[in-house]
């Protein structure tokens, strides 16, 4: 099978000429004798030489293959004498008799004209020719051209005139791909066109001098071996990227790479040099590269085909930071004829003197500008008829020193070196890469971008934490013109509450975000933000611990302010403790101002029974704001401009790393996302900037360290421990533990990873050692892990425990019945909740097992009796307890995925990030809530469930109310009384019905969302936000609720036959604190 060859230009021709007459004509005396001998002879390909290799979609092996030769034998007055027309063995034809055989061969740097080759193997040709008259000689082999003395009679009469054939450049369908036992092959059918002459074997020229004219060849006796070296009309080029000297948050978007001005038509034997004289004139727009699919690029998002930033910078492939491939001979390369434009006196370096200037600034005609001027402007470095590259690209920088974003072109002269030769030629590879600098427009290349004047640039669109009450810092900037900025202002006009690309994947959420409305719902805030809970009750607000009071959110966000700000442009940092302080820059020498002010997501909860909040909520969707900047100048109209501010998905994978008190095994974290709400799978994602990683709180100065991940090579470590990670990188370190602590300690920590751009955080809480802890001075120690049976703890943080109806310890529900039946716990619907009244369930502790309704409860005024632990009384966390927490300006919580002792890695597969089960899965995760003191990082966990569910439903006979059918919204399907369902909603069984005025969207689909209810270890009487007969506490893992939950949704007293009274309650978990 005939492989294609593409690196080596030229060819070799051997012939061995055998006589087939008396030994005589071995001509010893160098006697010219008479008559016709057979000659052997060959072909081989030189090797394509690199001509430029330097750091400044055609398949790269196409044309690879001699399809057909001619060979032509010429008198020493340079007369044709005799032409043979060749084919390959095999070949069926009426044309020629005479054959070649074809094979590969391996090339090294001696095989090429230059001192390295970029082909490894090229073709041979070997062949024998009959009838051979004595002579002397200049003989000459054309491969790819057909049978010359037919379509090229009057053109190969002579020496001259073979060489001057004028060849045509066929910029459509030039080459064709095929199958083959050994897959695609691609080969060409036009351009392929390949010259070089004879001489004697020994006499073969090596290095350059292959590249010399013919020497005359004596045909004078038998067994004489022939060979030429053949060489290619085209060259081609290869474009690498590298990135790698970009400043951080500065992105570019590879669209296309194109050759530009190659020449029409091409000499088969002379130097080809196009001119204004020569009647060669050039194509415009050569060969073109995409880097995307469909007519016009997609987004310019993390999702684009080919981005480059530090932390990917090189492309087409790199290995361990540096080109993998790119120039390799295979790569997708730009084909051209040759086009020798010698040396020339320009230069083509942007900055040839190094001043720190451009050479020779300005703009194509028709993006200048009126008023600047372009005088210096030299397009194609003065040499008009050369061939050059041009990368056709959108940069975008969220850096504060300079932001931008746009089209940009590079352009680069293809020539022998990065100077002043202008040389593109034949049988070469030009091995071109484009370094990328600074902000993208620095470069050795030619640079063409275009900044708008005057106008407002801000990174667009930029990003904000998952998180609620965090900040980051929005960088602007204006140019004015010949005009002054007098004042700014920015307005929120847009807030969503709602998640952004769920329709596209067909997600089902309450649709009542509208464009433009109800901003005072939002996530997003132009002032600090100071409250963690808002609340109507004005009794139960508490500033000093986070509790604000509000009449509602709508008055709340505009007595307040939240939605816009004004700003002073005086430079300099404008501190202002209240709203948040932000700061102005002023351009040396001009009107331009650089302003960086300041942005916040608003309190976790923005009235509970409302459900809005300012922490995303979802996993798999980002929200979206739009702030709108206006800036008033001393002159002419306002300048606005409308940016985009994302709220990032919430990252809960992982959110916590904890070891036992003599465990001291690293984790490897890799932070993942859910690409949409029903995935089976979290991925890897990379950051939209810079990112980083540091210990923000800690128990135990030292006891955790970071340190780099073997897989991620783009970080590193500073003088104070923070780990840096660089932009477009994915985030991925280790976690270390420095040694051990004893049983009766606990060593506590907070990570705080800031990503994209740093402008968003993710907590990750770590803890070694399990003792019980005080999260508050004025609080008891919380037990770390949960209730299992009456006397026994689980054996991990992780492990969920079992349910425990009320005041019941002796009949604990046992983790592995409280499961569902889908594989995979997704695309949930009201029917997927089963009635588990006839399920036996077993009994923790126990080889038995009972049915629901068998498990009794005790009544609602009777306390928990307290546990014994390990032969230690303890007590069941009660009102206050968890009260404190909830109140405590030093208390946040935090909600995501903890991994226990066994976990070494971040995991993927949703059943084993949410799905630790005691016995069986060491390694898998856990959902939950983390609380923890933000001042020293001292934290804890309430698991969820495995199922997602840390609660068990009891259906109360006729109490239908609570299953919603008075509502409208039914039962649960298939649901009767009594009914027995996992299920952490209290009170809704399906999709909440919304009544116009009183929209509560987050609790739409309330019924399926996880969560987990606590037992307290009594009933408490008086509660917040009037609410009595507190009996359990509530933690919603969607909406972020940390708060108490009263009898009426978990328990209840039935009346039956002959008024005897049973008590009904839930099942919930228990956690226990020291007494």
């Not at 994947?505 to 933000?529: I, P, Q």
């Not at 040694?739 to 402008?759: F, L, M, Q, W």
């Not at 079992?802 to 310890?809: A, E, P, Q, R, V």
């Not at 946040?892 to 016995?919: F, P, W």
């Amino acid at each position: 099978m005939k492989r294609n060859i593409i690196y080596s230009l030229t060819g070799m021709l051997i012939f061995v000429l055998t006589a087939c007459t008396d030994d005589w004509l071995n001509n010893e005396g160098e006697r010219m004798p008479e008559g016709e001998v057979s000659v052997s002879a060959t072909v081989e390909f030189l090797p394509l030489r690199p001509a430029l290799d330097v750091n400044t979609r055609t398949a790269g092996d196409v044309i690879k293959d001699i399809n057909d030769l001619c060979v032509l034998l010429y008198d020493e007055e340079g007369n044709l004498v005799k032409s043979y027309y060749l084919l390959p063995k095999g070949t069926a034809s009426t044309e020629t008799t005479d054959k070649f055989d074809v094979d590969d061969i391996d090339r090294t740097d001696a095989d090429a004209e230059g001192d390295k080759t970029a082909e490894t193997k090229t073709k041979r040709a070997t062949f024998k020719l009959a009838q051979v008259p004595y002579g002397y000689y200049y003989m000459y082999a054309v491969a790819n051209m057909g049978n010359l003395a037919e379509s090229e009679k009057d053109n190969i009469q002579t020496v001259d005139k073979l060489k001057s054939i004028n060849l045509t450049w066929e910029a459509e369908n030039w080459f064709s791909t095929e199958e083959t036992t050994d897959g695609k092959v691609t080969k060409a059918t036009k351009n392929h066109q390949m010259f070089g002459y004879f001489t004697i074997k020994e006499n073969t020229p090596a290095g350059a001098n292959r590249n010399t004219e013919a020497s005359r060849i004596a045909i004078n006796k038998k067994d004489m071996e022939l060979h030429a070296w053949i060489r290619r009309a085209a060259s081609k080029v290869t474009i690498a990227y590298d990135a790698s000297g970009l400043k951080e948050g500065v992105f570019i978007y590879l669209k296309s790479v194109q050759i530009k001005d190659i020449p029409v038509n091409c000499y088969l034997g002379k130097t080809n040099t196009p001119s204004e004289n020569e009647q060669s004139s050039l194509i415009k727009d050569g060969e073109i590269i995409k880097y995307y699919t469909g007519t016009t690029p997609p987004a310019f998002d993390e999702s684009y085909p080919v981005r480059l930033a530090t932390g990917r910078a090189y492309y087409p492939c790199e290995e361990n930071g540096t080109f993998k491939y790119g120039h390799e001979e295979a790569a997708d390369a730009l084909f051209f004829f040759e086009n020798m434009q010698g040396d020339q006196p320009y230069d083509k370096r942007q900055d040839a003197d190094k001043d720190g200037e451009l050479d020779h600034p300005g703009l194509p005609p028709h993006l200048q500008q009126p008023d600047k001027d372009y005088s210096k402007y030299r397009p194609k470095d003065n040499v008009p008829y050369g061939t050059y590259i041009e990368v056709d690209a959108y940069y975008r920088s969220i850096n504060e020193e300079k932001v931008g974003s746009g089209d940009i072109k590079y352009r680069f002269m293809l020539g022998k070196n990065i100077t002043t030769n202008y040389d593109a030629e034949r049988n070469h590879h030009y091995k071109l890469t484009l370094k990328f600098k600074n902000f993208a427009n620095d470069a050795d290349w030619h640079i063409e971008y275009a900044e708008p004047e005057p106008g407002i640039e801000v990174p667009n669109p930029y990003y904000i934490s998952y998180l609620y009450n965090r900040t980051m810092d929005l960088p602007i900037k204006i140019n004015p013109g010949y005009a002054k900025v007098e004042s700014v202002k920015a307005e929120i006009v847009n807030n969503g509450w709602a998640p952004i690309g769920a329709d596209a994947n067909n997600f089902d959420y309450y649709h009542f975000d509208l464009e433009g409305k109800n901003v005072w719902n939002g996530f997003l805030s132009l002032r600090r933000t100071t409250a963690t809970i808002l609340t109507t009750t004005e009794k139960d607000a508490s500033e000093g611990s986070g509790i604000v009071y509000a009449e509602s959110n709508q008055e709340y966000y505009n007595r307040t302010q939240r939605g816009n700000r004004e700003y002073a442009v005086d430079p300099g940092i404008h501190e202002d403790t209240e709203y948040g302080n932000y700061s102005v820059r002023k351009e040396e020498g001009t009107n331009i101002l650089h302003m960086s002010i300041p942005l916040y997501t608003r309190a976790k909860q923005m009235i509970a029974k409302t459900s809005y909040t300012g922490n995303n909520p979802y996993v798999a969707y980002r929200r979206q704001a739009k702030i709108k900047i206006t800036a008033t100048l001393s002159q002419g109209e306002p300048l606005t401009e409308i940016v985009d501010i994302f709220q990032v998905r919430r990252v809960v994978n992982p959110k916590g790393i904890y070891r036992r008190h003599n465990n001291d095994k690293p984790f490897h974290v890799v932070l993942k996302r859910l690409a949409r709400e029903n995935a089976t799978n979290f991925e890897e994602f990379t950051s939209e900037g810079a990112w980083e990683a540091v210990v923000a709180a800690t128990t135990h100065e030292g006891f955790v360290k970071l340190e780099k991940s073997s897989s991620n090579k783009y970080t590193s470590i500073d003088e104070h421990g923070t780990l840096k990670g660089l932009s477009g990188s994915v985030i991925d370190f280790k976690i270390t533990f420095n040694g051990t602590c004893t049983e009766n300690e606990s060593r506590h920590a907070v990570i705080r990873v800031s990503y994209h751009n740093n402008t968003c955080n993710h907590l990750i809480f770590v803890r070694q050692g399990y003792a019980p802890v005080a999260l508050l001075d004025e609080g008891r120690a919380w037990h770390t892990f949960n209730m299992k049976t009456a006397t026994e703890e689980t054996d991990s943080p992780v492990e969920e425990g079992s349910l425990f109806k009320w005041g019941n310890l002796n009949e604990p529900i046992d983790a592995s019945s409280n499961k569902h039946e889908k594989e995979y716990w997704i695309e949930v619907q009201p029917k997927d909740f089963k009635d588990d009244k006839a399920k036996p369930l077993k009994i923790a502790g126990k080889e038995t097992t009972k049915l629901w309704d068998e498990i009794t409860s005790q009544p609602f005024n009777t306390p928990f009796e307290k546990p014994r632990i390990n032969g230690k009384e303890v007590e069941i966390a009660n009102y206050d307890d968890y009260n404190v927490l909830y109140k405590s300006k030093d208390i946040e919580m935090g909600y995501g995925v903890l991994y226990g002792d066994d976990a070494e890695e971040t995991l993927s597969d949703i059943n084993e990030i949410y799905g630790y089960r005691y016995g069986s899965s060491g390694t898998y995760g856990m959902r939950g809530c983390f609380i923890y003191n933000k001042t020293n990082g001292r934290n804890l966990f309430f698991p969820i469930g495995a199922s997602g569910y840390g609660h068990r439903k009891q259906g109360y006979g006729d109490m239908r109310n609570w299953q919603g059918v008075v509502t409208g919204q039914g039962y649960i399907h298939g649901e009767t009384k009594n009914t027995v369902v996992l299920r952490y909603s209290a009170g809704r069984s399906d999709k909440f019905n919304m009544t116009a005025g009183d929209e509560k969207p987050l609790f739409y689909d309330l019924y399926m969302r996880p969560g987990a209810i606590y037992w307290l270890q009594r009933v408490y009487p008086p509660g917040r936000d009037g609410e009595s007969d507190i009996m359990a506490w509530d933690i919603n893992y969607f909406s972020f609720d940390f708060n108490l939950i009263s009898k009426s949704n978990v328990y209840a007293t039935l009346t039956g036959e002959n008024k005897i009274e049973t008590p009904k309650s839930d099942a919930c978990f228990i956690r226990c604190v020291e007494p």
